[in-house]
């Protein structure tokens, strides 16, 4: 897959080619990742990439033609890629975008700095517009580089176990388990005694307990928004049937709160 990345400042993603994943992947030839900058794109004797905005305002507005030129030549050596505008306004990126993604035979991303970049630009050239969040960066290049790492990680070859991808959070709409390591006891704290005892279906079933309870506990609105098979909409009835019985147990031995709601102080 080709990520083509244009910007003013290609010398941030030198450091992203060089390490981990990213690199391997390349080295592999799974990927490429590569820059052109809009400056060399530009006319004049100063190369000037922005100006004034029309109409008054603060900032300065990514001039359109040094753009446009940037976009035909990265067109020119991949014609089949898609090209993203990042951008606050843009489609907010999630791991399902980043599997979607996965089909483009190569992404070119339009790095934009300043206040943004000229509308006729978005009307014109940009097949996607993505964001990465909301709140702002000083520019497109950081965005670019999570997404190409995020899409990066669901091609396959490209981790080191074949099903390392599906295990991520987010995969199947909730986070990941909780991770264990050496040494077996750190500050009196052991792991789960299951994760030990090398019963594969239990540790896999203990996985999926730990996984709800995180996503329950950290982020509920994956599981109000998620579609749940039968096995974790079954352990979710489980722990309401526990949580009712620690109720009524609570409220027969009278050790509950006060009539009225008024707390002892």
Not at 72 to 77: I, L, N, Q, Y
Not at 177 to 190: G, I, K, L, M, S
């Amino acid at each position: 897959m080709e990520f083509i990345a244009l910007t003013i400042f290609p010398d941030l993603f030198a450091s992203f080619r060089e390490h981990g994943i990213i690199k391997r992947a390349i080295d592999r030839k799974i990927i490429s990742v590569t820059t052109l900058n809009i400056r060399d794109f530009a006319t004049g004797k100063h190369r000037v990439t922005d100006d004034r905005p029309y109409g008054g305002g603060p900032g300065m507005v990514m001039k359109p033609e040094p753009l446009a030129a940037a976009i035909r030549a990265a067109k020119s050596s991949a014609p089949s890629a898609k090209t993203v505008l990042l951008s606050p306004q843009g489609r907010a990126f999630d791991q399902k975008t980043a599997r979607e993604l996965t089909a483009c035979s190569g992404l070119i991303f339009v790095c934009g700095r300043y206040e943004g970049v000229d509308e006729r630009i978005y009307q014109n050239y940009i097949d996607l517009e993505i964001s990465i969040g909301d709140y702002v960066l000083t520019g497109g290049e950081l965005a670019a580089m999570i997404i190409i790492d995020a899409v990066t990680r669901l091609i396959p070859g490209t981790l080191g176990g074949e099903d390392s991808a599906e295990k991520d959070s987010f995969s199947d709409g909730l986070l990941e388990h909780a991770h264990y390591t050496r040494p077996p006891v750190f500050e009196d704290d052991a792991p789960p005694e299951v994760l030990l005892s090398g019963n594969h279906k239990e540790i896999e079933k203990w996985r999926l307990e730990s996984s709800l309870i995180r996503t329950l506990l950290k982020r509920r609105d994956l599981l109000e928004k998620g579609a749940l098979d039968r096995q974790e909409i079954a352990i979710l009835k489980k722990w309401c049937t526990d949580i009712e019985a620690i109720i009524r147990a609570q409220s027969s031995s009278g050790t509950g709160p006060p009539s009225g709601g008024q707390q002892k102080r």
